[in-house]
């Protein structure tokens, strides 16, 4: 929240810091779109805050977001150098200290029909990150068999918690755990959501022996580690190209285990896509964990082995 | 002999004084090379670095000479202890301040504040367009600044030692 709170404009701050700990607490994003009212989202609800701090569902009691407070809170987001985030304006979101997310809307600048960045910014989206540590606590003794980390499949519908599980499997095998001592990990991370890197910093905990490659394109990526920093264990969210599917095929023949993610709501519905459903029946995956919201975010569903039947638990070595 | 030892001082102070003036001509072409320096150091900086603003001008000014150099780690300072600056008010204070203990002349301080106005706020391109702007401007100024500096620096001095030996010339 701290590092929220430092790149806010003064007058955003001092209204933010006197809302309620009970909705600081739980605060997931806070929207501001210039000339409009300050919105807040926290918990299951989304309300607008006054100029005192309270919180309301009348917009025009709203504090009111003007343009000098786009210029001040682009400023501070930007280091005052928004050069340096040409990449991030073309992507529509900036990450900045704390692994936190920006995303922005405004007029759009194309040259030669692609988009080349925002100029006009006037829309904020500031989404608070949280670390969830332990997620991955459940589903690790199954990650492994005989001492081995398995080539992994984790399989969820949008918004279950599967970058969550993904980072945390990283940290525990990174940091090493009661199934296997720490491993070296390499984590290509193209949206910048696994590691919520800042100039290559990881700003999220994904272990020691963690190597990331942000913002670069997966496939790409994967064999970019392999060659350079030799991983155990390469992390990599959402495949879903076909050249993810080659770059997955070579990374596991590498001598490399791979854990990976795919959006779906469970295995029959990956496999009829064609890279992914090409990988399955070549048996590339030997574990697949299948989550759901069913019993909250990141309710694990189901875990399958490379046969698809149920995997049993392995000791502790 | 009193009378010696007064017309020797004045001698020497008026020396020195013609001494003095002569060096702001000779450092003004000095100051001014640097400054060029800096701001092409910044060019890079921002072009194929991509580096923040502040951290840009902290790297210019431990680089370049001191005199020039200040500047910008003074601009950095200000840029990170107060927040609610922008980069231009930032650099327009430090100018501000730091100008006086240069030898350098309002013509400059002039470029300077104008691409301060545009600091940090655009992306590369139009950066680079602004800061080579200002790059050719200080070019200009530079050779204005040798062309006086041949002029008036043996000037300056020849006058100040002659003058000093007129006053004595008419003491005794």
Same mark, same amino acid.
């Given at each position: 929240?701290?590092e ?19 909705v ?7 929207r501001l779109?210039?000339?409009q009212?300050l ?8 309300s ?5 701090g ?12 003007t ?8 400023n ?6 928004l ?6 304006l ?31 910014v ?15 606590q ?12 398995r ?8 918004m ?11 940290r525990q095998?990174s940091?090493?755990?009661?199934w296997s001592?720490?491993r070296k ?7 910048s ?5 800042l100039?290559?910093v ?7 022996r963690t ?5 670069c394109?997966?496939?790409?990526g ?6 350079s ?16 599917g080659?770059?997955?095929?070579e990374?596991i ?5 791979v854990v ?8 029959e519905?990956v496999?009829r896509?064609?890279m992914?459903?090409?990988l ?5 995956f ?5 989550l ?18 149920p ?6 070595a | 002999?009193?009378?010696l ?10 020396s ?9 001509? $000779? ?12 701001l092409?150091?910044?060019e ?7 580096t923040?603003?502040q951290?840009?001008?902290?790297k ?14 003074? $601009? %950095?300072?200000l840029l990170? @202890?107060?927040?609610?600056l922008?980069?231009?008010?930032s650099?327009?204070? $430090? ?11 309002k013509?400059? @301080?002039?470029?300077?504040? =104008?691409? =301060? @106005?545009?600091l940090? =706020?655009s992306?590369?391109e139009?950066?680079?367009?602004h800061?080579?702007? %200002?790059v050719?401007?200080l ?5 204005? %600044?040798? %062309?006086? @500096? ?7 001095? =020849?006058?100040g ?9 008419l003491?005794?």
């Open positions: 929240m701290q929220i709170m430092a790149i806010l404009p003064a007058s955003v701050r001092n209204i933010m810091t006197v809302l309620p700990s009970t600081l607490e739980v605060l997931e994003e806070i779109r210039q000339n009212p919105e807040i989202r926290y918990g299951q609800q989304t607008y805050v006054t100029p005192a309270q919180i309301t569902s009348i917009a025009r009691q709203g504090w009111v977001f343009q000098e407070h786009v210029v001040k809170l682009l501070q987001v930007s280091q005052h150098s050069y340096a985030l040409e990449e991030e073309k992507r529509g979101y900036i990450t900045v200290v704390g692994g936190h997310r920006i995303g922005i809307a405004g007029k759009v600048v194309l040259e030669r029909g692609e988009v080349k960045g925002i100029r006009d006037t829309s904020f989206n500031i989404r608070i990150a949280r670390e969830k540590k332990g997620v991955a459940k589903v690790m003794p199954y990650l492994f068999e005989k001492g081995t980390l080539n992994t499949l984790v399989i969820s519908p949008p279950c918690g599967k970058t969550t599980l993904l980072r945390d499997i990283a095998i940091y090493g755990n009661e001592s720490s990990v390499g984590i290509v991370d193209e949206r959501e696994l590691a919520g890197c100039q290559g990881p700003q999220r905990d994904v272990g020691p190597d990331v490659l942000d913002a394109p997966k496939a790409i994967m064999m970019m580690l392999i060659r920093m030799s991983p155990d264990v390469l992390i990599v969210d959402e495949i879903g190209r076909p050249e993810d080659d770059a997955v095929w990374a023949h590498a001598g490399v285990a990976c993610s795919a959006h779906g709501s469970d295995v519905e496999a896509r064609p992914l459903g090409k399955i029946r070549h048996g590339a030997s574990r697949y964990i299948v759901s919201r069913s019993r909250g975010v990141g309710t694990i569903q189901a875990i399958y082995d490379s046969s698809l039947n995997v049993k638990k392995e000791q502790p | 002999m009193i009378k030892i007064g017309a020797l001082m004045v001698l020497v102070s008026a020195m004084v013609g001494w003095q003036i002569s060096r702001t001509y $000779a450092k003004r072409p000095v100051q001014l090379r640097a400054l060029l320096v800096a092409q150091m910044l890079t900086e921002i072009v194929y670095g991509l923040p603003l951290r840009a001008f902290v210019v000014g431990q680089r370049v000479n001191k005199e020039v150099g200040n500047l910008f780690l003074l $601009a %950095a300072e990170e @202890q107060e927040r609610a922008s980069a231009e008010e650099l327009q204070k $430090a100018m501000k301040r730091h100008w006086p203990q240069t030898a350098l002349r013509q400059e @301080q002039e470029v300077l504040a =104008s691409l =301060s @106005q545009v940090g =706020s992306d590369r139009d950066q680079q367009k800061l080579r702007l %200002a050719t401007h070019r200009g100024l530079e050779e204005e %600044a040798r %062309a006086e @500096q041949d002029k008036y620096e043996k000037m300056y001095k =020849s006058l030692f002659l003058g000093g030996l007129l006053v004595v010339i003491m005794f």
